[in-house]
Nanobody
Framework: VQLQASGGGLVQAGGSLRLSCAAS????????MGWFRQAPGKEREFVAA????????YYADSVKGRFTISRDNAKNTVYLQVNSLKPEDTAVYYC?????????????????WGQGTLVTVSS
């Protein structure tokens, strides 16, 4: 599976972005897709995940109510709508695919990773 993340950029606090993760090379019906982020000097952390087939979603407490993960079957793409952005949301955002999802909030379960897209939120 190849993953191509895009949609990052510079935005003011309170603004919005839509991150995209285009997947190719495999049917994703049995996969979970996740978004993680890594801020400078910090460890990578879970943001959101979705089971591709069921559409079940999971969110980190820090983003609940502000971020929404979704998928488009026809485009084989996962999205992360990020609203009400805060300076502490500044990070490189990575999408990932887990072929045998058990606990999609944990990064060590993911088999494939995209290259990351940078989100910078100015105050």
């Amino acid at each position: 599976v190849q993953l191509q993340a895009s949609g990052g950029g510079l935005v003011q606090a309170g603004g919005s972005l839509r991150l995209s993760c285009a997947a190719s090379g495999r049917t994703l019906s049995r996969y979970a897709m996740g978004w993680f982020r890594q801020a400078p000097g910090k460890e990578r952390e879970f943001v959101a995940a979705i089971y591709w087939s069921a559409g079940s979603t999971y969110y980190a407490d820090s983003v609940k109510g502000r971020f929404t993960i979704s998928r488009d079957n026809a485009k084989n793409t996962v999205y992360l709508q990020v609203n009400s952005l805060k300076p502490e949301d500044t990070a490189v955002y990575y999408c990932a695919a887990d072929s045998d999802p058990v606990a999609p909030i944990y990064s060590n379960g993911y088999d494939y990773w995209g290259q990351g897209t940078l989100v910078t939120v100015s105050s």
